[in-house]
Each structure stands twice: as structure tokens, then as C-alpha cells.
């Protein structure tokens, strides 16, 4: 369900707006446990109010994508009076799912909002040889091109001097142009970026990579790189919150002393698992309960 953030979002935006005027709490964890009550009394849906609150912190506020079983999200639908979330999706107006960002460019002064809009008026000419010293060609027209029209042309000079060609590695020595002093810069490294990255999409690509996602390795969410393929796991967007999220594999060093009101469960196929942050299973998709005395003391120790 990755792809459908903007439903998601706007699913979870409008349940609490209907909430919100059909209860008298005013409070948004009053208002999300009026989600929890109803969901429960009206359809027999068994959903957190914690879990929810993760669910639209996440998504509505932090506008960040959040893994969402296709069952849960199912369920929500009800509470719009939508048989599914399919069904949801099928009557939200297109002007509400056509919305894209634009850029906020100028250029001399002059706003522009996308990039078709910047580079329509962009032209570059590069010849046989080019004799000019970089650093000072971009320091005389840097109000010009702007950062994107500096990265433009950085990318055609190194494909005009096929800079990657030969070299995954290179050493750039930049002479300053105060005295006879020469500065030699550290190494730069390129490791793993082929020619068409570089060219086609400037020197942003050469930045250092971030893991951004995460996937559930049967006991922790652990971080990857988005573009990572991982058999038979479920790469998501990254949440600092979900991280939390671990599974106590020695159940039996829980005590009432230390676990309650830190722990939480799962009851599935006649097994209990713990763990230590609500949630939601991320194998199942069964919302996590508070562990009472009781289940600590009747499964924990088994």
C-alpha cells in the first residue's frame, strides 16, 4: 500500500474530521479513542486508539508514508460507510489526488514554477574545446544559471572530458588563486555511480546515501537503502517511532515488576508474543495489546 499515500491520507483525515463533530470530546486522543469505541460497538473492528494516533501522526501530520495492511485499511473504510478501501479510493474527486508540488524557482528575479519552466529557457553550448576556468565561469554567472544551472553544466563538463571513463576514483587539486599557494583537496570518491547518473541528473547523485526504509527481519525493523531487495521482506519508508517496535525474544525474564505497563502483546494461532512498543504485528497486521498481570504471569514464562 505504499503508493496510495494520498488516499491513505486523505482516509485517515476524513475519519477524524466525521469523528471530531460527532463526539463532544475536543482533545485528539479523546477523539481518537471515540474512533477505537465506535469502530468496536458499530462494525466489531478491534483497532488501538495508539494505534491510529501512530497511524495519523505519521501520515497526516508528518506527511511520511506508513505501512498500512490492506485488512486495516479495509476496515477504516467502514467507518466512512465504504464496503473497502477500494471502494473509497473509486469516490475521492481527481482534483484531490492531482496534487503535485511545484518548485519555487527564479530566474533574474523572475518566479518560475516548475522545472519544464526553467529549463525551456535554458541553453547551453558546449564546443570542441572549452577553454575557461570553471570555478571562475560559475562565479561570473552564478546569478544566471542559479544551483541547478551550475550543476548543469558541471555534469556536461565531465562528460565532455569523459571524467569516469577510466577512474572510479579521483583526486581533484584545486590551485586558489591567491598568491602561488596550491591547496590539494581531500580524494573525492565515486564509487558505484556509473557516467548516465552523473550526467543526467547533475552532482545531486553524489552526495552520500542515506538508508530512508526498513524492513521487519523477524525481530527489529532494520534500516536500508530504499532501492535495497530483500527476499521474501517488505521494504517501508523509515519511521523513528516504529523503530522502537522489537520483539522480546526471552519472554521469560518478564516480570509484573518490569513489564507492566512497558509491554506489549499478540495472541495468534495459540501463541503469545511480546513486545516493546505498540503497534501493530508486523508479520500479521493484529493490533498489540497492553500486557496485563495476567497474561505476563500466565505466558510470559512458558
Request: hydrophobic share 35%; proline share 3%; aromatic share 12%.
Amino acid at each position: 500500500m505504499k503508493k496510495f499515500i494520498t488516499e491513505k491520507k486523505l482516509l485517515l483525515e476524513k475519519i477524524f474530521e466525521k469523528a471530531s463533530t460527532e463526539t463532544t470530546e475536543k482533545s485528539f486522543s479523546g477523539i481518537t479513542k471515540y474512533i477505537e469505541r465506535t469502530l468496536w460497538d458499530d462494525y466489531k473492528i478491534q483497532l488501538s486508539h495508539k494505534t491510529f494516533e501512530t497511524y495519523y501522526k505519521t501520515i497526516v501530520e508528518k506527511e511520511k508514508d506508513y505501512n498500512i495492511k490492506s485488512i486495516i485499511l479495509d476496515e477504516l473504510s467502514k467507518f466512512l460507510s465504504y464496503e473497502d478501501f477500494k471502494e473509497f479510493c473509486q469516490n475521492l474527486p481527481e482534483d484531490l489526488l492531482d496534487k503535485k508540488s511545484d518548485i519555487k524557482i527564479e530566474i533574474n528575479g523572475e518566479p518560475k514554477n516548475s522545472l519544464s519552466d526553467k529549463f525551456s529557457n535554458v541553453i547551453i553550448n558546449i564546443t570542441n574545446s572549452p577553454v575557461f576556468n570553471l570555478p571562475e565561469f560559475i562565479s561570473k554567472h552564478s546569478n544566471s544559471f542559479g544551483l541547478i544551472g551550475i550543476l548543469l553544466v558541471t555534469g556536461f563538463l565531465f562528460k565532455k572530458n569523459d571524467f569516469f571513463n577510466n577512474y572510479k576514483e579521483a583526486e581533484i587539486n584545486d590551485k586558489s588563486a591567491v598568491g602561488n599557494t596550491q591547496v590539494n583537496s581531500k580524494p573525492i570518491r565515486f564509487a558505484n555511480i556509473s557516467e548516465n547518473e552523473i550526467t543526467n541528473k547533475g552532482m545531486a547523485e553524489v552526495l552520500p546515501r542515506k538508508k530512508e526504509c526498513m524492513y521487519w527481519n523477524g525481530e527489529f525493523y532494520e534500516e536500508v537503502f530504499c532501492d535495497e531487495l530483500i527476499a521474501g521482506k517488505e521494504i517501508i519508508a523509515l519511521n523513528k517511532e516504529t523503530e522502537l517496535l522489537r520483539k522480546i525474544t526471552r519472554p521469560d525474564t518478564l516480570t509484573i515488576e518490569n513489564a507492566l505497563g512497558k509491554v506489549w502483546y499478540v495472541k495468534s494461532n495459540r501463541r503469545v508474543e511480546f513486545f516493546t512498543y505498540h503497534g501493530i504485528h508486523p508479520e500479521n497486521g493484529k493490533t498489540l495489546r497492553e500486557a496485563t498481570a495476567y497474561m505476563i504471569e500466565k505466558y510470559a514464562k512458558k
